[in-house]
């Protein structure tokens, strides 16, 4: 069963030379209960297509070309009031800083019966009683006590619960989580990861994962989909991705990882940098930083292609059987 799906998206901005696609053709898909990562360096286009998905483009920014599904319904055409009542019903968000997400001068309990009224019919004590409930589910120590106190009053990994509390309180049926242990320091992190993938089996939401960190990836989700200059180069089951990966691109990601062992003179990077958006190749994006290019990856790009549970966008691929 299919949660979300989008399909061939495309997010644009207009420049001084022209229209930008920040993201193009972006197609994936998410069951109940599944995390999705979405793995790749800074300004691959993984922020923004979870903005895409939870309605949070801003002007002059666009959908171009695509479409988002969720259970079916179409809903990247919804009118602006329309998506509000789905972003925190149906669809919840965990930031990178929860000091960003949390309002300073309310306490957590009123943010929390906020979130709880707008989007269900329940009494103010109903709604109290939720949140203290969904604080205690997230590992909020004293949570009747904790309830009444300021943001300010916690520290940052205890933040980062209410903040992921915030996002589940409503019960919505997908969670765009963003960076959501970028900031927290390593024993901290661990936490958090485990807190996301126990509330993922519990509850059945799903959730979309976006990070940097292959780490969180190997730890948390259960598929990754690898983007690179506003596309999916390689999407499948983490085991397979990390262990066998098939793009060039996810090969340098996981070599550049530091290993238990004896320590090598030199740290393998990959070379060169990411394009901008509005100077990007003709053909493979990453051809120039790519170790074995061959002659039609500057001419031609590649297409995201593969079975249901694993597809590359690689020339490479076609010659040499995964």
Known sequence: ????????????FPGRRGTVNA?????LSISPGEILGMVGES???KSMTGAAIIGLIEPPGRIAEGRILLDGQRIDTLRPEEMRRIRGRQIGAIFQDPLTSLNPVLTVGEQLIETIQTHLKLSHSEARERAIDWLRRVGIPAPEARIDTYPHQYSGGMRQRVVIALALCAEPRLVIADEPTTALDVSVQAQIIALLRRLARETGVAVILVTHDMGVIAETADRVAVMYAGRIVEIGQVADV???PRHPYTSGLMASIPRIGPRPEVLPQIEGAMPRPGNRPEGCAFAPRCPHPVERCTRVRPALEGTATASVACHLTEEVPA
Do not use: D, H
């Open 1 to 12: 069963m299919t949660l979300l799906s989008v399909e061939n998206l495309t997010v644009a």
């Open 23 to 27: 993201i193009e053709n972006v197609s």
């Open 43 to 45: 300004g691959a286009g």
């Open 242 to 244: 990390l262990k066998n």
